[in-house]
């Protein structure tokens, strides 16, 4: 149905405060004047430029047809859902959702194009066997299946990001203002399960936050259904699902029979090089490995602690790559990529970007929509990523 003017005006006004985004900067945008942008939102201005709503969608990082029409109301009821769920929603997580949002539904028209068929999503848990164990087991039992099922053994996964999109959840990266928020996993409306991990994580705590979240994704989806979302939070242990999720996640990346690979430490100078050693090898973090060998009883509670009060060795940053961005690019390429990693691009959409491009199936104005950038500004990109069109 195509909205009123009033109905426009109404929309526009309500996503451009909900951001905290002045209409001044709204006006400035638009090339006109903040009483033109008071009439729009009124929806006393006859007749509406086209341009304005274009502008306004980028802007109010909200997809152009929300605007216009009733077609994607529910995915706004969607969007609401995770605004409500995030605890200490900023104006900034807010456009980090709605672009989130809406680079996953284009990622879903794009495959529709291409006729790309993604991968159906994993069987749900609890299987038989797992069932009537602790949330704490259910987890760690849950990682060990699913590893077995994608027969990973207890081989270290070179990318975590790349299982889930191959069990057909889309998976994007974003840097959110909210620190203590690691992840959100959505069931949105058009595009299906969709997880969101915090880019502002460490790398290695990232790779953590995508397992949690994929644990939500094998135990949790009627409840993601029901709600819409499932937001998840730092070192949170209070919900039996968190605490499952947690357990999923040490084991999947890191699983108790890795450790029989290795020689025991012979003193403290062996025990932080070990420690060090797999950290590397599994791309963890040094604290989860050193609790995964207090429980597999190579190291005593003492010892424990002594590593988590002083954090004798540590993975530098420098030392931990993204799986996401290929090497053979050149740094000012890499440097790029990794910008538009950060707000919510992933290689994958890249992909399917470039190749609607190239086989004609978008414009080069859909193509930089689907970039939220201008035209001028996808040029630039392109070229500066090196992109093959």
Known sequence: MVLTHSEIGRRIHTVREELGIPIEALAKACGTAPSAITSLEAG???????????????????????????????????????????????????????RFMTFCMGEQELEALLGVQGPPLPPLY???????????????????????????GNQPIPNVFEVLRRQGVRLLRHRMTDAELSGVTVSHPKAGVCVLVNYEDDLYRQFFSAAHEYCHVLFDREEIATNGCIASYRYTNRELAEMRANAFAGEFLLPSGALSKYPRARDI??????????????????????????????????TLASFQ???????????????????????RQMARLETVIQHGISAYYLELLRRALTEDKITSGRFAELLDMTVEESQEFISSVGMAL
């Open 44 to 98: 006393t201005l006859d007749p509406v430029p086209g341009d304005y709503i274009l502008i306004a969608s980028r802007v109010l990082r909200t997809d152009f047809r929300y605007f216009v029409s009733d077609a994607l109301d529910d995915v706004e009821k969607n969007t609401h859902q995770v605004f409500r769920a995030l605890a200490r929603p900023q104006p900034s997580d807010l456009i980090a959702i709605r």
């Open 126 to 152: 609890p299987r038989p066997g797992i069932a009537a164990r602790s949330h704490r087991d259910q987890g760690r039992g849950a990682a060990t299946m699913e590893r077995d099922r994608l027969l990973l």
């Open 269 to 302: 100078s062996e025990l932080e090089s070990l420690i060090a050693t797999i950290a590397r090898d599994y791309r963890v973090n040094t604290e989860p490995v050193a609790i995964r060998m207090k429980g597999q009883g190579w190291i005593t509670d003492r």
């Open 309 to 331: 009060k002083t954090r004798p060795v540590v993975i530098p940053r420098r030392e931990k790559t993204d799986p996401d961005i290929p090497r053979d690019l050149s740094d």
